[in-house]
């Protein structure tokens, strides 16, 4: 009696611990989609010919579309934006950013 006990809380422990697996691995999920599209975002205000300026929008990476917002501000040598780009969640929240510095060629 007390080795099936034993055996049926080691059980609840196993499959709660799968649960919290499953739950890191969306969470790891979400955030490598987010860091992808911080990183488009902040790439293409990189590669513009002129110089990026605030922005905001949405971008589709994995099963859903994350928001997004560029901000700009100038940068440590003359001539030179520094273009920081946050990538939020559905509550708001941020979930990946990105930055570099845009100068001009």
Sequence with gaps: MVA????????VALIR???VSLASATTLS??????IVARNQALEAWVSATPPGPA???ERAGQRS???TRQ???GPDPGSI???VTVAGDGGQIIASDQLLWVKR
Excluded: E, K, N, Y
């Design 82 to 84: 520094r273009v920081a």
């Design 4 to 11: 099936l006990a034993i055996f049926g809380l080691a059980a």
């Design 66 to 68: 994350w928001a997004w």
């Design 72 to 74: 700009t501000s100038p």
């Design 17 to 19: 611990l799968q649960g």
């Design 30 to 35: 979400d955030r490598g989609h987010a860091a």
């Design 56 to 58: 905001s929008g949405s």
